[in-house]
């Protein structure tokens, strides 16, 4: 089935930047919104970012002016650019796709990956 794969997460200083990356393998009829969501140790999971099929996005409060996402659709994959990095931004990384399969569209996810900013 359809599976999404997030890379580019790391260790890094505060003020620094890391760009992740998510690519959907699989088989599918179309790909529509795609999406970014964290969760920090102890907390619940927080949406971050959407960007819909014609590339309108949107961001939560805590990462506007600082995050940027993208879409590359030749490569089926979701970038999330992230610059100004707080101690507050350490948490695991999800990346979600809306992705409509021959049966029914649905709602995928990736498996994570961590992003710890810290001295």
Not at 52 to 78: C, L, M, P, Q
């Amino acid at each position: 089935q359809v599976q999404l794969v997030e890379s580019g997460g790391g260790l890094v200083q505060p003020g620094g930047s890391l760009r992740l990356s998510c690519a959907a393998s699989g088989s599918w009829v179309s790909i529509g919104a795609m999406a970014w969501y964290r969760q920090a140790p102890g907390q619940q999971r927080e949406w971050v970012t959407t960007i819909t099929e014609a590339g309108i996005t949107d961001y939560a409060n805590s990462v506007k002016g600082r995050f940027t996402v993208s879409r590359d659709n030749s490569k089926n994959t979701v970038y999330l650019q992230m610059n100004s990095l707080e101690p507050e931004d350490t948490a695991v990384y999800y990346c979600n796709m809306w992705i409509r399969t021959i049966s029914a569209p649905h709602a995928y996810w990736g498996r994570g990956t961590q992003v710890t900013v810290s001295s």
